[in-house]
């Protein structure tokens, strides 16, 4: 099936740095990547939707100037944590749709943050 | 609201168990229910769907039925082995666009 790749998987930064998560999607052209995330104990919650080419579009309540999200080609997603405080060290996972007959959702492996 | 509410875990079995990890969902219209497994290092895969009520989803010796009724999804499997030891997740999805996770139950199977 297809693949979508996550990287890194486990990151530790300071407070105040950044941090940049990939998602690439491997052997398809994903024109729509989802980015979630997931405290402990608690459900994946959907920060953003991601569209090739456009603004991303967040959920209410998710800062947009702190969880940039570029999406500048079709299989290439990133979500950068900026000034990372202790309270954003959490899972992040994208997924990838392809659309059409069978429409299916593809994850990453997740990516977990930790703020120190 | 849509939610998904799922049993906490961890979940520990013996091999050869009886399994049943149970999923309630609140929905307005006609969602799709999934429950997608991650196996450690791994990102999530899905286990198996149902689209419509009274469907059944079945892979890998798993079952889950769309209970409408009782807004249910309850994922089962008759005999579980170590291999089966994973996260699961349940979720609803309406046309493919925002998913909707319940909280993750863990499966431990012990040999």
């Known amino acids: 099936g297809a693949v979508v790749s996550q990287h890194p998987s486990r990151v530790i930064c300071k407070s105040g740095t950044s941090v940049k998560i990939e998602c690439r999607s491997l052997d398809f052209q994903a024109t729509t990547m989802f980015w979630y995330r997931q405290f402990p104990k608690q459900s994946l919650m959907l920060m953003a939707t991601?569209?090739?080419?456009?603004?991303?579009?967040?959920e209410q309540g998710v800062e947009k100037d702190k969880f940039l999200i570029n999406h500048a080609s079709l299989t290439l997603s990133t979500l950068t944590v900026t000034s990372a405080h202790p309270e954003d060290s959490s899972f992040y996972i994208c997924s990838a749709i392809i659309q059409g007959a069978g429409t299916e959702a593809f994850f990453g492996q997740g990516t977990r943050l930790t703020v120190v | 609201g849509n939610s998904v509410t799922q049993m906490e875990g961890p979940v520990t079995l013996s091999e050869e168990a009886f399994l049943t990890i149970n999923c309630t969902y609140t929905a307005t219209g006609y969602p799709s229910l999934f429950w997608y497994v991650q196996y450690p290092g791994e990102g999530l895969q899905l286990l198996l769907k149902?689209?419509?009520?009274?469907d059944k989803g079945s892979n890998k010796g798993f079952e889950a039925t769309y209970r409408k009724e009782t807004t249910s999804f309850h994922l089962e499997k008759g005999s579980v082995q170590v291999s089966d030891s994973a996260v699961y997740f349940c979720?609803?999805?309406?046309?493919?666009?925002?998913?909707?996770f319940g909280s993750g139950t863990k499966l431990n199977v012990k040999p």
């Open positions: 149902a689209t419509k009520a009274d």
């Open positions: 979720a609803l999805n309406y046309n493919f666009n925002k998913f909707y």
């Open positions: 991601s569209n090739e080419g456009s603004k991303a579009t967040y």
